[in-house]
DNA sequence: CTACAGGCTGGTG
DNA sequence: CACCAGCCTGTA
């Protein structure tokens, strides 16, 4: 286990912040949380602003400090905020610790395929279908509590997210009941493109790419258009400059920013800005 | 019953 | 070019 103090960081808010859909509570405590990350699982406990970790300081470390990308410090994104932009203050206020995860590119571009004119439970159940009939299982280290109230480790068995190739084999016809509708053929199609050698090369040289470039290389894919490219651009290769608009923001846009979002202003980090706003419309009735 | 959910494709004017 | 019907499917 390990303790660590993370500033600007909620995980129920980033759970919901529509941007990843492999974090969820546990079945057995609704204080543990469960990640599941490219093959990687861990569970975590929140106190205040510190965190209980069932990995070790080394793991931690080595993989998700970079996912939660601890590297990064959202408080100067905050302050750059315009002090008359009052829609943007309160979303920050109540979105505070929503940070842009560093997740699995491939796992990003088949999530946000699933996610075109879908909603965010349908989508997550899709993810979890698929990751258990496709995905390898494996067993990980989560977290409970004993009757003393101390936390211990515990063994725990999840399933990692399928990889181009078991997608690929799958076919259409190992995709269907998974709840994806007409997206299924979208998804077959990007596993094809993904698997094999050539695959891991497009994939890798996909990465290399500048925000533009990397843009244009997915929305020639069949399925992934304007909105998903900018999704996968800003959370699966951190183009935190992305600005992804989707039915949400757009109603935010139309009802708070009639003359444009100023997105010259925050011009290399808008994505991060949008992800405050998307949370705050999805979220403020609920939690209000 | 209809409307809608973090859109895209393919056809039409 | 712009426009838009149709699309899978579960939920309100």
């Not at 990995?55 to 302050?79: A, H, M, N, P, V």
């Not at 395929?113 to 997550?124: A, C, D, K």
Request: charged share 25%.
């Amino acid at each position: 286990m390990y303790r660590i103090s993370i500033k600007d960081m909620d995980l129920e808010q980033i759970a919901r912040s529509g941007q990843c859909f492999r974090i969820k509570r546990t079945e057995d405590s609704n204080e543990v949380w469960s990640i599941a990350a490219d093959g990687n699982y861990v569970e975590a406990v929140m106190e205040e602003d510190c965190f209980l970790f069932s990995c070790g300081e080394k793991e931690f470390q080595e993989i998700w400090s970079g996912y939660f990308d601890l590297q990064t410090d959202y408080s100067r994104y905050k302050k750059n905020v315009e002090p008359e932009d009052a829609y943007l203050k309160e979303a920050i206020k109540l979105g505070w610790g929503v940070r842009i995860l560093n997740q699995d590119l491939w796992e990003m571009i088949v999530t946000f395929l699933i996610s075109q004119n879908n909603n965010i439970t349908r989508i997550t159940g899709s993810v979890e279908a698929m990751c258990s009939r496709l995905g390898v299982k494996r067993t990980g280290v989560g977290l409970s509590v004993s009757a003393d109230g101390v936390w211990r480790e515990e063994e725990r068995n999840y399933y990692t997210f399928p990889g181009p190739e078991a997608i690929a084999c799958a076919g259409l016809s190992g995709l269907s009941g998974l709840g994806l509708g007409y997206r299924d053929k979208y998804i077959w199609s990007i596993a094809e493109k993904c698997s094999g050698e050539t695959g891991k090369i497009w994939i890798g040289d996909l990465k290399e790419q500048d925000y533009e470039k990397a843009h244009s290389m997915l929305t020639e894919q069949y399925g992934i258009g304007k909105k998903v490219a900018d999704c996968i651009c800003l959370f699966g290769l951190h183009h935190i400059g992305a600005f992804p608009v989707d039915t949400h923001v757009k109603q935010i846009l139309e009802h708070h920013y009639p003359q444009g979002f100023p997105l010259k202003k925050y011009q290399g980090y808008a994505g991060i800005l949008q992800q405050y706003m998307f949370y705050y419309k999805v979220n403020k009735l609920a939690l209000k």
